[in-house]
Nanobody, 124 residues
Framework: QVQLVESGGGLVQAGGSLRLSCAVSGLTFSSRTMAWFRQAPGKEREIVARAGWSGDIYYTDSAKGRFTISRDNAKNTVYLQMNSLKPEDTAIYYC??????????????????WGQGTQVTVSS
């Protein structure tokens, strides 16, 4: 049974930090691309950061310089350290997993497994 379990969301003031975790089971974690997406009310799910199986990293422009994605293959866990948070970062954050190693890995449709989501709320 595949499970992706996120934790670490919460309410934080602007300028604060949060660290999200996503623990994965039932998959060969080390061979899969892992990513963090977010979805704000009334908006589509969008990618925030991606960590490929080979160590390649991608950040969306809004995350560059503030967020850091990392993965621990020994613990089957992917993390998202978020610093200098802004009110516009408020959303439900999801971790996703895809077998794709190249190609359209920034599209939500490319991901076949998702966590349940964790709410991040940044107050101004």
């Amino acid at each position: 049974q595949v499970q992706l379990v996120e934790s670490g969301g919460g309410l934080v003031q602007a300028g604060g930090s949060l660290r999200l975790s996503c623990a994965v089971s039932g998959l060969t974690f080390s061979s899969r691309t892992m990513a963090w997406f977010r979805q704000a009310p009334g908006k589509e799910r969008e990618i925030v950061a991606r960590a490929g199986w080979s160590g390649d990293i991608y950040y969306t422009d809004s995350a560059k310089g503030r967020f850091t994605i990392s993965r621990d293959n020994a613990k089957n866990t992917v993390y998202l350290q978020m610093n200098s948070l802004k009110p516009e970062d408020t959303a439900i954050y999801y971790c996703g997993s895809t077998i794709l190693r190249y190609g359209l890995r920034n599209a939500a449709q490319s991901y076949d497994y998702w966590g349940q989501g964790t709410q991040v709320t940044v107050s101004s």
